[in-house]
C-alpha cells in the first residue's frame, strides 16, 4: 500500500497554495526529513518602517500571552512578523489579526461542517459557526532600503474574513502528544506500520477497514484520542482557509511552494494523491528561543507536503494550546517554510504580539 493512500485531493487549484490539506490527511508520525536545510526559527526583527507604523497605530507588541478568562471575546487578536527570504533578498510584513463583532448579514451564513472518515472505521464530525476576524496587513518592506521615515509609504492592505473559528480551536498541540503516544506503541508492536491510520474526507472502502482495524486497535486509543487526532488536521485546514482567502498572504506563500507540472495535475484523474506528513515534534521551552512567551506547553510540529510522491513545501510549527486570544491562529506561534528544492527561498512567520477583549454587557 502506497504513502499516496494517505492523504489525497481532487482540488488542483489548492496546490499553489502553503497550506495543502484540503480533503485528507496521513497518520502515523515520521524522522524531520528537513531539519538539515532549514533555518533556526528565531526570533523577529522588525524593519524600522514597521516598527513606526506599528507604533502609530498602537498595535500590542506584548511578549507574553496568560489569560484567565477562556472565552472568545471580541476583539482578541495576534499580531505576526513576516519575513522572506530567498539569498538575494529579504522582505518583511507586519499582520493582525482581530476577532470583530459580526454584522448581521455575516452573522447570518450559515456554519460548516466536515466529516472525517478513518480507516478503521469512526466517522468524526466538526461543526463550525462562523467568525469574522479584521484584517491588518502591512508590506513588503525590503530590509535593505528600509528606514523609519518611510512608515507613510508601506503599503497597508485592510479586509474583513470570515474563518471557521471552531476549527481553528481544535488546535494542532494534541496532534504532537497522540503521535508521540502512536510512536511508542509502534515500537511495541511491529505489525503497526504508518499506513495502517490514515483518514479521508470521502468513506473508505469495508475492505480497508477491515485491514486497518485490527491493526490500530493495538494503539489503545480512546475514544476522545480518535476524535482529537483528525481533529488537528481540520484545525490545519481552517488555518490554510485563512491564509486562501486573503490575496496577499497567499502570495507570500507561493514564494516556497514547488508548484507540480500540468502533466502531473493531469494525474489527479487516474488516483494521484496530494499527503500531507506530521513528523516527530518534542516540546520546546518557545521564550528560549525569541518566541511568544506561553502558559501551556509548546511543541515543534513539522509538517511536509507532497504530490505523487514529490515534496512541495517542507513546514516547522510551534505550537501551544489554542486558547484566546491563540485561536485566531490554531494556536500556533511561530512556523517556517522551506522551498523543498530551493533551500534558500524562506518564509517564516512568528508572533510577536496578543490582545484580549472586552467581555461585552449583558
Not at 484523474?269 to 525569541?290: D, K, L, M, W, Y
Amino acid at each position: 500500500m502506497h504513502a499516496r493512500r494517505f492523504c489525497r485531493s481532487k482540488r488542483p487549484g489548492l496546490v499553489f497554495l502553503l497550506f495543502l490539506i484540503a480533503i485528507g490527511c496521513c497518520g502515523a508520525a515520521e524522522e524531520n526529513p528537513w531539519a538539515d536545510v532549514r533555518p533556526p526559527l528565531g526570533s523577529a526583527k522588525l524593519a524600522p518602517s514597521l516598527r513606526a507604523l506599528a507604533e502609530r497605530e498602537k498595535l500590542p507588541l506584548t511578549r507574553t500571552v496568560d489569560p484567565t478568562d477562556s472565552r472568545p471575546l471580541a476583539g482578541d487578536g495576534i499580531v505576526a512578523w513576516i519575513g522572506y527570504g530567498d539569498g538575494a533578498r529579504v522582505e518583511q510584513w507586519l499582520l493582525r489579526l482581530r476577532r470583530a463583532i459580526p454584522t448581521k448579514q455575516e452573522s447570518s451564513r450559515s456554519g460548516k461542517e466536515v466529516k472525517r472518515y478513518l480507516s478503521w472505521g469512526p466517522v468524526e464530525t466538526y461543526a463550525s459557526n462562523n467568525e469574522v476576524l479584521d484584517l491588518w496587513l502591512a508590506g513588503p518592506v525590503e530590509e535593505a532600503a528600509d528606514a523609519a521615515g518611510a512608515a507613510d509609504k508601506v503599503p497597508v492592505h485592510t479586509a474583513r474574513v470570515p474563518v471557521a473559528a471552531d476549527f481553528l480551536r481544535l488546535g494542532l498541540d494534541t496532534e504532537v502528544l497522540l503521535q508521540r503516544k502512536i510512536a511508542h506503541a509502534m515500537e511495541a508492536h511491529p505489525k503497526i506500520r504508518s499506513w495502517h491510520m490514515y483518514s479521508l474526507g470521502e468513506p473508505i472502502t469495508q475492505k480497508a477497514i477491515d485491514e486497518a482495524k485490527p491493526i490500530v486497535a493495538l494503539l489503545g486509543l480512546t475514544p476522545e484520542e480518535e476524535r482529537l487526532w483528525p481533529g488537528s488536521f481540520v484545525a490545519l485546514e481552517a488555518f490554510y482557509h485563512l491564509g486562501m482567502d486573503t490575496p496577499g498572504l497567499r502570495d507570500i506563500c507561493e514564494q516556497v511552494v514547488a508548484k507540480p507540472t500540468l502533466w502531473k495535475l493531469m494525474k489527479l484523474a487516474t488516483g494521484t494523491h496530494f499527503t500531507t506528513r506530521f513528523g516527530r515534534g518534542g516540546e520546546i521551552n518557545p521564550a528560549g528561543t525569541g518566541l511568544l512567551q506561553v502558559s501551556t506547553p509548546a511543541f515543534q510540529c513539522p509538517v511536509t507536503f507532497s504530490f505523487d510522491k514529490e515534496e512541495m513545501v517542507y513546514l516547522e510549527m510551534v505550537v501551544t494550546s489554542p486558547r484566546p486570544p491563540l485561536d485566531t491562529s490554531a494556536g500556533i506561534i511561530g512556523m517556517i517554510a522551506v522551498h523543498p528544492k530551493e533551500h534558500k527561498r524562506v518564509v517564516q512567520m512568528i508572533l510577536i504580539g496578543t490582545e484580549r477583549g472586552t467581555p461585552r454587557a449583558p
